[in-house]
Structures are given as C-alpha cells and as structure tokens.
C-alpha cells in the first residue's frame, strides 16, 4: 500500500491550505488515519486523527480550532483543512493509517502515538511565510 499525501505549498501567515491523502492499492475505509508533521530539526508530532468512520477526531492543541481533519471514505481520501496558518506551522506532513485493525476507534493517547499506524506517505512541504 502506498499513501500519498498532497496539497502542500507555500502560503502567508495567516492563509489557508488543504491537504488531501489517498492509498494506491488498497482502500482504508474501515481503518484509522492521522496526520503528523515534522519541522526542521525537530520530531515528528501528531496534529490530528480520525476513526474509520469519521465521527470521532483527535488534535494536538496547537492546532485546534484552525484544522480540521476529515475523510471521504467513498473516494478513499482524507483532508487536513488548516486555516489561520502560521510561521510554526511550517513542516512536512505526514498522512498514516492504522492497516492493523479494521473498525476500531482507539483513545486519544493511542491515536497520537506514530507507533499506532503502520503505513505513512512521503509527505508534503507547508512552508508559512510572515
């Protein structure tokens, strides 16, 4: 399975982006997703996951309020809207989905933990200018 993440790009402080995940080769309707995102010298973070059904959405608080996490499981996509960007925001990020367990909506620690997903894309660059 190959994720693809998409819809990066160079934005102002304060605009808007969204981001967009697909799987080549298999579907992930019945599976969890996420989205981290790693700044220059810094760790991979968690910014947001969603359960397979899309009813239940966790987010790192630096981000609440301004994204939003969703997916299309009939077009096996998933999106990060990010609103109110800025210069902190800029990372790579990360699409992962949990291929392990099908239907199952885990606690809001497990869901920030990067050891939970098993498939991650290649990422795409956020570049938040001031």
């Known amino acids: 399975v190959q994720l693809q993440a998409s819809g990066g790009g160079l934005v102002q402080a304060g605009g808007s982006l969204r981001l967009s995940c697909t799987a080549s080769?298999?579907?992930?309707?019945?599976?969890?997703l996420a989205w981290f995102r790693q700044a220059p010298g810094k760790e991979r973070e968690f910014v947001a996951s969603i359960n397979w059904r899309g009813t239940i959405r966790y987010y790192t608080d630096s981000v609440e309020g301004r994204f939003t996490i969703s997916r299309d499981n009939a077009n096996n996509t998933m999106y990060l809207e990010m609103s109110s960007l800025k210069p902190e925001d800029t990372a790579l990020y990360y699409c992962a989905a949990d291929f392990r367990r099908t239907y199952h909506s885990m606690a809001q620690y497990d869901s920030m933990q990067p050891t939970t997903y098993d498939d991650w894309g290649q990422g795409t660059l956020v570049t938040v200018s001031s």
């Open positions: 080769g298999r579907t992930f309707d019945k599976n969890a």
